[in-house]
């Protein structure tokens, strides 16, 4: 199976802060890595897909990067909305594997 | 728009089985795949496997092999997540999902919590 390891497992920001998740596959996966946001209680919300593309609706403030088996999602100016809990997953393979997610508290 | 409605929340004793339904409209259901998801309590999100809708053929994760069988429904575009010898470490919420081979998974239930408690 293809291990996605997320850092940090939890982090603390402020309004405002920039903020990078990082997700690192163990073998290559090309670009089939997408990024979720889960609020609790609720079902996981697809934000970035195939590593770098915006899904429709979601703000621009969110970006994604790759290089290699390594991957970034990027919250440019948080927003007390995006306080939630943030998953990479790779569909490169079954099975589909998730990272162990980023919890984002606020500061 | 695309709904996937999921059955209600369940309870069941240890050693028992339990079946989850997710009901697909506003889409040709037989076009795409279906996943299974689940999140047990405070935990992550784990991939438990996938459903042709049209064919009906599923795969499974390996630790859920010989345990859990998916199934569909084409003439009430629903698919059915069957887990059986259930045992504490089921307790989660169930999703199911709407996804081909490489896509993300931008359709989701709104989530099935199965407790498994004597």
């Known amino acids: 199976d293809i291990q996605m390891t997320q850092s940090p497992s939890s982090l603390s920001a402020s309004i405002g802060d920039r903020v990078t998740i990082a997700c690192r596959a163990s073998?290559?996966?090309?670009?089939?890595l997408n990024w979720y946001q889960q609020k609790p209680g609720k079902a996981p919300n697809l934000l970035i897909y195939a590593a770098s593309n915006l899904q429709s609706g979601v703000p621009s403030r969110f970006s994604g990067s790759a290089s290699g088996t390594d991957f970034t999602l990027t919250i440019s100016s948080l927003q007390s909305e995006d306080f939630a809990t943030y998953y990479c997953?790779?569909?490169?393979?079954?099975?589909?594997?998730f990272g162990q997610g980023t919890k984002v508290e606020i500061k | 728009q695309v709904h996937l409605v999921q059955s209600g929340a369940e309870v069941k004793k240890p050693g028992a089985s339990v079946r989850v339904s997710c009901k697909a409209s506003g889409y040709t259901f037989s076009t795409y795949y279906l996943h299974w998801v689940r999140q047990a309590p405070g935990q992550g999100l784990e991939w438990m496997g996938i459903?042709?809708?049209?064919?009906?053929?599923?795969t499974y994760a390996e630790k859920f092999q010989g345990r859990v069988s998916m199934t569909r429904d084409m003439s009430t575009t629903t698919v059915y997540m069957d887990l059986y010898s259930l045992t504490s470490e089921d307790t989660a919420v169930y999703f199911c999902?709407?996804?081909?081979?490489?896509?993300?998974?931008?359709?989701w239930g709104q989530g099935t919590l199965v407790t498994v408690s004597s």
């Open positions: 999902a709407r996804a081909n081979y490489f896509d993300p998974f931008e359709y």
């Open positions: 073998q290559t996966i090309s670009s089939y």
């Open positions: 997953q790779q569909t490169f393979r079954t099975p589909y594997t």
């Open positions: 459903i042709n809708a049209s064919g009906g053929s599923a």
